[in-house]
């Protein structure tokens, strides 16, 4: 009987976690808002120019795997750096949301949910698993001329808390046997591992899979081991609930876990108002759950002070997830 599944994913990789046969899969995706080779981008002018901007962007992406080199190894089946193609589309946000940011409100509304519980890295275990296993791939990876670094990474957990089966995604220019690798990564050797559930993985990164409001929330947050909320808090700033919220309901669950088994933390924005509309936290100890309310009167622009995101640190934030 399968009971606990999660997905995990890099920038180059994906994953995921879950409950009741479901899975957690991690992912960090840098090209998230890339379709194919071009990038539409607000206000260039603060990065420098559109040339400057493709300069760091470059970058960015050599930072995570996509350098000259790769591109060469893999041509037309992942993104060249070199071939980016920078459209300014956008002018500036809407009047009617910067009134409300302006006087130091949410920038939208929306429900958030924080979660932490006992274990490694204080998250579930399934989740903990695949994004070990996904991390471990990635430096793999990017030592082995014949794998990609575009990874995605499932385990699902058993009755007994064993791993019954493993689930990878990786590109694969060249055969490579990954069985030993696996077990020798998770500690353990799964009932079921698949790799490349199709047989076939080539064409990978912003070339052949692409969102622009960010990669799958299961693999951002949880898993299933909590409700999701909100939004993806990727490509936003800080005044946006679904980045600022999503991170401080987090940071709470950790402050009231203390002893119990697991905290849950449920905040809602409005949009233009700086008070929240509800702030709960619950926490379950031996299967008996108490609740009370946080009473939260902070600003936007406190919290997010607070969490240091008034501070170039969403490469960081992006690839380590919550």
């Known amino acids: 009987m399968k009971t606990l599944c999660a997905p995990f994913a890099f920038p180059g990789l994906k994953g995921t976690t879950g409950r009741s046969r479901q899975p957690f899969f991690p992912r960090p995706r840098a090209q998230n808002i890339m379709a194919r080779i071009a990038l539409i981008l607000p206000r260039l002018s603060r990065y420098g120019g559109v040339e400057q901007f ?24 992942a993104i060249n750096p070199e071939k980016l193609q920078i459209i300014n589309l956008i002018g500036k946000q809407s009047a009617d949301i910067s009134q409300g940011v302006e ?25 903990y698993l695949a994004k070990k296993l996904c991390n471990a ?30 689930v990878v995604a990786v590109p694969v220019l060249k055969d490579v046997d990954l069985t030993t690798f696996i077990v020798l990564a998770l500690g353990e050797e799964p009932e079921n591992i698949i790799v490349n559930g199709t047989g ?23 898993g299933t081991a909590c409700p999701i909320g909100g939004g993806s808090p990727w490509t936003k700033d800080a005044s946006k609930a679904d980045v600022t919220l999503n991170f401080y309901t987090r940071k709470l669950a ?25 702030d709960i936290v619950k926490t379950v ?38």
């Open 54 to 77: 493709a300069f760091r962007l470059a970058e960015a992406l050599a930072e995570i795997g996509y350098d000259k080199f790769y591109s060469h190894r893999w041509g037309n089946y």
């Open 103 to 127: 006087q130091d409100g949410w920038g939208d509304q929306g429900v958030f949910v924080g979660y932490a519980c006992q274990g490694t890295g204080n998250i579930s275990r399934e989740q």
């Open 137 to 166: 791939l990635y430096e793999y990876a990017l030592q082995n001329i014949h794998l990609g670094i575009d990874i995605k990474t499932q385990i699902t957990l058993n009755e007994l808390g064993g791993i019954e089966t493993a």
């Open 200 to 222: 076939t993985y080539k064409y990978h990164s912003s070339v052949a899979d692409c969102g622009v409001t960010g990669r799958k929330l299961a693999c951002d947050f949880y």
């Open 254 to 278: 950790l402050e009231y876990l203390q002893d119990n088994d697991e905290c849950f933390v449920y905040l809602s924005s409005c949009i233009g108002r700086s008070e929240l509309p509800s």
């Open 285 to 322: 100890k031996h299967s008996v759950v108490t609740k009370h309310s946080l009473q939260i009167n902070k600003k936007p622009s406190e919290i997010i002070i607070e969490l240091g995101l008034n501070k170039p640190v969403f490469a960081r934030l992006c690839k380590n997830g919550l």
